[in-house]
Structures are given as C-alpha cells and as structure tokens.
C-alpha cells in the first residue's frame, strides 16, 4: 500500500505558478505509476496529468499541455506537478493519485488517493 499526501496549494494571480508535490509512504513507491486530477466545485474529478513507475513517459490532458509538467523523484518518494500560466478555471482542488496497475486517464484506475491541496487562481 502507499499512503499519499499533497502539499504546495494556494492563492496565486493569473498568469502565476505554483509548484505542488505529493509525498508518498511505503518502500514501493516506484513500483506505482502515478497521476493529478482536480475537481472544481460542482464538476467531476478531471485528469490532469499522469507519469509511468520509471518517470519515463507522461501524459497530459489537452487543457494543460505546455502550461504543466509532472516528475517524479523515486529517491525522495515524491511526485511533482509544475503548473505555469494558471488561470482562474484552474481552480479546484487538485488530488495526486497512485496505482500498482497500469496508468489511465480516468478516477477509477487509481486506488490510493491523497487528501487533496486546495489551488486558487485570482485574476
């Protein structure tokens, strides 16, 4: 199992950055691929972004491409999501997720889910 906890939410303007990492428990972190979705309030928990055991390959939803990047640091049990050029639809709560399976695109491919870190974009 791997117990996950998001950090680096908060308020930033239009136009700024925030940086957010999710550190994870347990010895097997590499051994999980691992993902971002947020949820703003009364709309679904969209994908984010998403990063293979190794850091090797990523994916990205449309609406973020060239704005935010994910990393990982297997050493560190951390995975990391650089968000640039935020607007205020960036809002939400943003969730970092894990799974021993194969990554998706979707909520219900993860099964072990962080608390939540909240992002708010002021314009």
């Known amino acids: 199992q791997v117990q996950l906890v998001e950090s680096g939410g908060g308020l930033v303007q239009a136009g700024g950055s925030l940086r957010l990492s999710c550190a994870a428990s347990?010895?097997?972190?590499?051994?999980?691929?691992l993902a971002w979705f947020r949820q703003a309030p009364g709309k679904e928990r969209e994908f984010i972004a998403a990063?293979?055991?190794?850091?090797?390959?990523?994916y990205f939803a449309d609406f973020v491409k060239g704005r935010f990047t994910i990393s990982r640091d297997n050493a560190k049990n951390t995975v990391y999501l650089q968000m640039n050029s935020l607007n205020p639809e960036d809002t939400a709560v943003y969730y970092c997720?894990?799974?021993?399976?194969?990554?998706?695109?979707?909520?219900?491919?993860?099964?072990?889910w962080g608390q939540g870190t909240q992002v708010t974009v002021s314009s």
């Open positions: 997720a894990g799974t021993y399976y194969t990554l998706g695109y979707v909520p219900q491919s993860y099964n072990y």
């Open positions: 347990g010895r097997t972190f590499s051994s999980y691929s």
């Open positions: 990063i293979n055991r190794n850091g090797g390959r990523t």
